[in-house]
């Protein structure tokens, strides 16, 4: 009797030990799969079993969360949802995430270890989800309201910088889309989805980072950098021995000029008149290679900006002959940019010379309030001689004081400024885009304070009477006003 008890004892024994290895077995090295596998819903419930973390604008939740009382609990709401999507993003229980929504969705959903003072517990052995965290961002709320009625219903964007830092002010694209409608499960959201997609003006593209545009005149900007500390032009007023028209090099092809008098015109007087045979004659002084090294040093042909969501790569061609030198040196053939990217020439120039890298999160927090991630040093690169900065910001402030863009001039503050009207498709047939890139400085100010850069994709002038100095100019002017009268939270 003793001998069978024991050999029941040590059946039992082995089924117990080898129900540990199993269950050992699945949590230890099988949990992963089953956690990864679409018929699993436990992960998907539990996500959206807590109301999600919030992005702040200003202080100023600019999201929330709705309790739906159904199996996916809380949906995301958005608070002017148009004018913040191109930096929120959308949050779907359907089609997922993206822009911030996607790249802190470790904070805002409470998935982050950082959110939590003991990370390896939280993570490994207990497996709970803690409440969702907030995404602070560097957004000025009165600069996002003043570039979002700016562009009034027209299709273009608009991008601030804080030169000295590389904070983003305001980031607008449109025409936009309110988010909200992609939040929950209802056949109303595939509806929605459906049809934002088929909407031939591509409301849900950021146009503001994720378009590039030939950046026209503007990119003279550039190009005078370049010329000045190359040593192709040493003195502002110096005759710059240009003919008009100029013939392409190696080519038939005359450029020409909307401007009267660019003739041999100084580099103040073409950057005033935007004098495409200057810049162009110019550019191909310069060589490919000292203009590509200086559009690289400006951030061009870098394809790893993140913001922290990805940013489209602006180019300057480095393979081109004498010709198309000339055309990428005015803006147009290859050379194309992103509205920040232009941004990010003006606020250059405005800040010495120096490239600070542009972002949009200042600090990440937990539920409670306390500080998870903050922004930190940000990478600088110098761009041009600080010699050659003061130079071209005298250049910008002529242009707002009595060149083509003075309707950026604001009372009160120095405003440097450059237009630029983009031509584009086949055949250049396509309706012009207008450009304005600026900067701006309170009379009581020690530094400039905001860079702007404006594209107007349908502006609304006749062909020929379209300018970035009439249709994007006003806009910009509008956004580095709201700037300056507004204090800015991370100073106080």
């Known amino acids: 009797m003793t001998r069978h008890i024991r050999h029941a004892a040590f059946f039992c024994a082995l089924l117990l030990i080898a129900l540990l290895v199993n269950a050992a077995r699945i949590q230890v090295f099988e949990a992963p799969s089953y956690d990864d596998n679409i018929a699993n819903r436990r992960t998907t ?22 309790d739906t009382g159904e199996h996916l609990r809380y949906e995301r709401t958005y608070a002017n949802g148009p004018m913040y999507a191109p930096v929120t993003g959308f949050a779907s229980q359907v089609y997922g995430t993206t822009l911030l929504e996607h790249t802190e969705d ?20 207990i497996r709970d989800r803690n409440p969702g965290g907030d995404v602070v961002t560097t957004l000025r709320k009165a600069a996002q309201e003043a570039a979002y009625e700016g562009l009034a219903g027209r299709k273009g964007a608009v991008a601030a910088i804080e030169p000295s830092t590389g904070r983003i002010l305001a980031l607008v694209s449109a025409p936009s889309y309110d988010p909200s409608v992609l939040s929950g499960n209802r056949s109303a959201v595939a509806r929605s989805w ?38 192709v032009v040493e003195d502002l007023d110096d005759r710059t021995d240009s003919p008009e028209p100029y013939t392409l090099p190696g080519t038939r092809t005359s450029l020409t000029n909307e401007s009267k008098g660019c003739r041999n015109a100084p580099l103040r007087k073409a950057f005033e008149w935007s004098c495409n045979t200057v810049f162009a004659k110019l550019g191909v002084k310069v060589g490919v290679d000292r203009m590509a090294a200086t559009a690289g040093a400006f951030g061009f042909n870098d394809p ?30 290859n050379t194309r940019a992103t509205p920040l990217q232009m941004a990010m020439v003006a606020a250059a120039v405005a800040n010495g010379g120096q490239v600070r890298s542009p972002y949009l999160v200042e600090r990440t927090t937990r539920a409670g309030g306390s500080t998870v991630s903050t922004a930190g040093s940000r990478p600088m690169r110098q761009a041009m001689r600080p010699s050659t900065a003061v130079l071209l ?22 405003v440097g400024g450059k237009t630029g009207t983009a031509q584009h498709g086949l055949g250049n047939s396509g309706t012009p885009y207008a450009w304005f890139v600026s900067w701006a400085q309170g009379d009581t100010d020690l530094e400039p304070k905001v860079a702007v850069a404006v594209v107007v994709e349908d502006a609304d002038a006749d062909r020929g009477e379209i300018s970035g100095g009439g249709d994007a100019a006003p806009i910009a002017r509008a956004v580095m006003e709201a700037v300056l009268k507004s204090p800015s939270p991370q100073d106080s």
Do not use: C, H
């Not at 419930?45 to 709705?66: C, H, K, M």
């Not at 470790?106 to 052995?125: D, E, Q």
């Not at 550039?222 to 500390?229: G, K, N, Q, S, Y």
């Open 45 to 66: 419930i539990a996500r959206y079993g807590q109301p999600r973390g919030d992005i702040l604008v200003d202080g100023t939740p600019v999201t929330g969360s709705r």
């Open 106 to 125: 470790g904070v805002l959903s409470g998935t982050n270890p950082l959110l939590t003072p003991f990370p390896l517990w939280n993570g490994v052995a």
């Open 194 to 231: 459906s049809t934002l997609n088929r909407d031939a003006d591509k409301p849900m593209l950021n146009r503001a980072v994720r378009k590039t545009y030939p950046p026209g005149s503007t990119f003279k900007v550039m190009t005078a950098a370049a010329a000045l500390d190359s040593g």
């Open 304 to 333: 790893n900006l993140k913001i922290p969501y990805s940013v489209a790569e602006s180019t300057f061609d480095t393979k081109v002959d004498k010709a198309q030198l000339a055309l990428s040196s005015i803006g147009q053939y």
């Open 393 to 414: 910001k005298e250049l910008m402030v002529d242009v707002v004081r009595e060149g083509s863009g003075t309707n950026a001039w604001i009372p009160g503050a120095t």
